[in-house]
């Protein structure tokens, strides 16, 4: 059985995990298994930069980003030290973050310098307060659900896990997570409603 690109074998505890695999064969040079994890991963990792960044031709720079550095790098990842999936999703949340505050410096700089007008300057100003307070909203009540819809929705939305990865990573049904994870949603709804 396979789940999310980590095969189970109902009579052993060791889930073979198929992205490691693909990385050390990335690792010896192999071209076939970089475009195998590719095709596999390109669409959860593409979907966690457009989330981080909101700009697609960007999230689409980024992505490339992200191959490159895996096919240049995958000499680095050790399955001893964790799953493939989680090593590939990290860099790409490292890139995509560090791709927005490359932006937000150049933004900065800019400003600093007087190369916008004013009325750019206003609305880049207003729209990171905006973006800020949003955020600062979202932890608030992020904070004021129990702990486990808490987990539920901080590893999907900011982990870029699926249900049934959480449901692996938490050792819960996918039931369980799927009801966690609406539940949480609808007492965020109700406690943005709130604070606003």
Wanted: no cysteine; charged share 30%; hydrophobic share 40%.
């Amino acid at each position: 059985m396979v789940i999310d690109n980590v095969e189970v074998d109902e009579h052993s505890d060791d889930p073979v995990d198929h992205v490691a695999e693909l990385l050390l064969r990335i690792a010896e040079g192999d071209q076939r298994a970089f475009a195998e994890l590719y095709d596999m991963l390109s669409g959860r990792v593409f979907g966690l930069i457009l989330r981080v960044l909101v700009d697609r031709s960007h999230s689409e720079e980024v992505l490339q980003e992200v191959f490159l550095e895996i096919w240049q790098s995958a000499r680095r990842f050790s399955p001893k030290k964790g799953q493939g999936r989680t090593w590939v999703l990290t860099m790409t949340h490292r890139r995509a973050v560090d791709r927005v505050r490359s932006a937000q410096a150049s933004t900065d700089r800019d400003v600093r310098v007087g190369f916008r007008d004013l009325d750019v300057a206003f609305d880049a100003v207003s729209e990171d307060v905006e973006l800020r307070w949003e955020g600062r909203r979202v932890v608030e009540a992020l904070r004021q659900l129990p702990e486990i819809q808490r987990e539920a929705l901080t590893l999907a939305y900011y982990g870029g896990y699926s249900q049934s990865e959480i449901a692996a990573l938490t050792g819960a049904p996918l039931g369980t997570i799927k009801t966690r994870m609406r539940d949480g949603l609808s007492r965020l709804r109700t406690t943005m409603g709130a604070l606003a």
